[in-house]
T-cell receptor
Framework: DAKTTQPPSMDCAEGRAANLPCNHSTISGNEYVYWYRQIHSQGPQYIIHGLKNNETNEMASLIITEDRKSSTLILPHATLRDTAVYYCIALPAGGTSYGKLTFGQGTILTVHP | GAGVSQSPSNKVTEKGKDVELRCDPISGHTALYWYRQSLGQGLEFLIYFQGNSAPDKSGLPSDRFSAERTGGSVSTLTIQRTQQEDSAVYLC????????????FGPGTRLTVT
């Protein structure tokens, strides 16, 4: 699986957009970009994923660059409950690692009032 | 709808005792996963069930760990002769057959071995 790089921490004001970057310059053509988050003392939570097109759901938007070497997760109106560790991972659609999630260090997002 | 549930939420046991952890996946999800997460550590894959196929046990750390899934739904993770290094949060997740990277996690069971 391609390595991903994320800033260790970010701050965001409540009500503002939180833009979380992720670098995945070695991503291969069959790997999707997935985002999960983990709020303190809770299990991880799936957010969104994409291959090459931008994606949006009720939680967030995912913007993937045309060369697919980086992406940005956007929480349009961050709330205090969005404070969590956010993980960006590149996962293949098949193969031996299929379905076996591993998280790196992620980005600690702190939303403040 | 109902999410993944796990029980118990907390378990304290003495070294050497056996423990059973239970997971109820989302209804209709054919894939079920067990992970563990130690304090400040990342996610460690343990075992993966997909439908009626033989489970992928490649992540089980020792033969003291086993898991079963009855009737394609509820799963039980059993740890025999627990050791202090088994202390961790044990997480269960489920997914559809075609969305195995889109996993929905339960709240976890915090296991403490004294």
């Amino acid at each position: 699986d391609a390595k991903t790089t994320q800033p260790p921490s970010m701050d965001c004001a409540e009500g503002r957009a939180a833009n979380l970057p992720c670098n995945h310059s070695t991503i291969s053509g069959n790997e999707y970009v997935y985002w999960y988050r983990q709020i303190h003392s809770q299990g991880p939570q799936y957010i969104i994923h994409g291959l090459k097109n931008n994606e949006t759901n009720e939680m967030a938007s995912l913007i993937i660059t045309e060369d697919r070497k980086s992406s940005t997760l956007i929480l349009p109106h961050a709330t205090l409950r969005d404070t969590a560790v956010y993980y960006c991972i590149a996962l293949p659609a098949g193969g031996t690692s299929y379905g076996k999630l591993t998280f790196g260090q992620g980005t600690i997002l702190t939303v403040h009032p | 709808g109902a999410g993944v549930s796990q029980s118990p939420s907390n378990k304290v046991t003495e070294k050497g005792k056996d423990v059973e952890l239970r997971c109820d996946p989302i209804s209709g999800h054919t894939a079920l996963y067990w992970y563990r997460q130690s304090l400040g550590q990342g996610l460690e894959f343990l075992i993966y069930f997909q439908g009626n196929s033989a489970p992928d046990k490649s992540g089980l750390p020792s033969d003291r760990f086993s898991a079963e899934r009855t009737g394609g739904s509820v799963s039980t993770l059993t740890i025999q002769r627990t050791q202090q290094e088994d202390s961790a949060v044990y997480l269960c997740a489920s997914s559809s057959a075609t969305g195995v990277n889109e996993q929905y996690f339960g709240p976890g069971t915090r296991l403490t071995v004294t």
